[in-house]
């Protein structure tokens, strides 16, 4: 569906405040990434420092930091904050992405249009930039500039630690490669409620990290915070639907790698279980109920709701 | 050198306090891999859960764990609190094992006599599992069980991230590959400088937050907590010695897994640089400096003292 002029305003918003919010992220990475050691470091390894940059600079939308930007701004968080919780996100993501491409996972020559890590610079090198962003994530959350309460700040730790690891990403990735069929000891569970379990996992996890982190950097509980924890779990759940039709039809071109690859791998994906036009059903469904859970923040979402529009209908 | 008579007793609590550090430290990961989901996990997915069990459990001496329940006793820290702290740093430490093993890292096929976590499952299930204890870590230093006081949770969490990231263990492993020559960008730099660096990131880091967390948890600063610091970075340059010397001279079946590799695989190691016997003066220098580091904690210290000595004459 395409705007309506209403939505014209909402959506200019909506653009200016990702651009911002992404080039304000590479600021800031760029900062955490100096070739300085900080205190309790040795040295920073000069290949290893230069092959986290290629991994985390100059890449993609930086959607992750976005969402936690715009929640946390819902509860008047300076933005200081909001972008270095915004950073350590966003070395998850690229963490992920750097360990997923390579040859043991899903063995991805290409992303965001660019050699993968392990093809720019080697597997062991690779293997090691991922380790050192995760790691790297979890020392942003431990500084004092990201939020002068310790609380606050080792709240956003175990919140962070629960989404990426064994009953969040890492483990949905797990289960994305039992999926694929690729273990003996594992045949492949296929069902719908498999396949929203995996991806509320894989991807849908560090989505509802983001959303939940402004509320916890606005000391938000009761209705508020579960409001953008739903929000965040509708918006995964639509990000990913979008991801595989994007898969399916995608250009090549606006979507920076190859396309085609979930059917060849007999992907577990949306589409394969519920096909094409259902899945755009639920798919538009979902972004009604991302803006519904949105309602107690009244005009004050509204960026927020176009975010879960733009999710739905992203060309790349 | 064998234990005088004196030492006798030092010797018999030492191993007295290791046994049952290990002891516990195995309850306690067990209970943190057990199969049920956390709030905010969706599902433990059994196979990660089953290789993250084989890749920490029934493994090592725990040292690591040791160096933090004993010195943290010596601020009558409770032993709970320290024994997860333990547990943390024993996640990254066999996190660091299963991604060093790994076939484009140094490729081991046994690890503590067993097949290493790749040869018993697959590499991707290897790196997921690497990926999943180093995000445990931050997931249990997040939980109040491991200190009622958020300050000192958050401290601990940036102390172990700075420990493990690009400027500590991990870093070190890149210079590590580095200093085999490995990259055509990266000419060997085997100087003793750089041999110490190195080794003072790769294995040092850990160990010295091993014992820096014990005055974190019993909220020394000051000469206590710099005594402790300083320890533990002796006691890690005398471990990485011991294990070359162990390396080149060592049963394999006590070390329990291959031997002679290091100079098979030209690695920039203390022996190579300095020869045997200086190698084993040096050593026998660090034990001494490292006891006499313990100086402001008097008769109280004697088990970590005697910890110095073991590793120095440790056979596997």
């Given amino acids: 569906m395409p705007f309506a002029r209403r939505d014209v305003n909402a959506s200019q918003q909506f653009q200016t405040s990702l651009s911002r919010t992404a080039a304000d992220i590479e600021v800031v990475l760029d900062r955490l990434l100096g070739a300085s050691a900080l205190e309790d470091e040795?040295?920073?390894?000069?290949?290893?420092?230069?092959?986290?940059?290629?991994?985390?600079?100059?890449?993609?939308?930086?959607?992750r930091p976005f969402l936690v930007v715009e929640c946390a701004s819902l509860f008047d968080v300076p933005?200081?904050?909001?972008?270095?919780?915004?950073?350590?996100?966003?070395?998850?993501?690229?963490y992920s992405l750097v360990h997923d491409d390579?040859?043991?996972?899903?063995?991805d020559a290409l992303r965001r249009g660019r050699p993968t890590v392990h093809k720019a610079f080697d597997e062991a090198t690779a293997i090691l930039v991922g380790d050192s962003l995760l790691t790297l994530a979890f020392d942003i959350l431990g500084r004092p500039a990201t939020h002068p309460d310790p609380a606050i700040r080792i709240e956003l730790v175990l919140a962070l630690a629960r989404a990426s690891g064994l009953g969040g990403m890492a483990g949905g990735q797990m289960l994305d490669l039992e999926a694929e069929g690729r273990f003996a000891s594992s045949p492949p569970r296929h069902g719908l409620q498999e396949v929203r379990r995996l991806q509320s996992m894989k991807t849908g996890a560090l989505l509802r990290f983001g959303c939940v982190a402004g509320a916890i950097l606005g000391r938000a509980n009761g209705p508020r915070r579960a409001a953008l924890d739903r929000y965040g779990s509708l918006l995964g759940e639509a990000f990913q639907i979008a991801d595989d039709l994007l898969d399916l039809e995608g250009d090549p071109e606006l979507v920076g790698k190859a396309t085609g690859k979930d059917a060849a791998a007999h992907k577990a994906t949306f589409i394969a279980i519920l096909g094409v036009e259902p899945a755009r059903k639920r798919l538009a469904e979902l972004v009604a109920e991302a803006e519904a859970a949105l309602a107690p923040f009244g005009a004050g979402a509204e960026v927020l709701k176009t975010a879960a529009r733009f999710v739905a209908e992203r060309q790349g």
């Fill in 42 to 63: 040795q040295e920073r390894p000069p290949r290893l420092l230069e092959a986290m940059r290629y991994a985390s600079l100059e890449g993609g939308k930086r959607f």
């Fill in 79 to 94: 933005r200081d904050h909001s972008l270095l919780v915004g950073a350590a996100l966003e070395c998850i993501h690229c």
């Fill in 102 to 107: 390579l040859p043991a996972m899903d063995d």
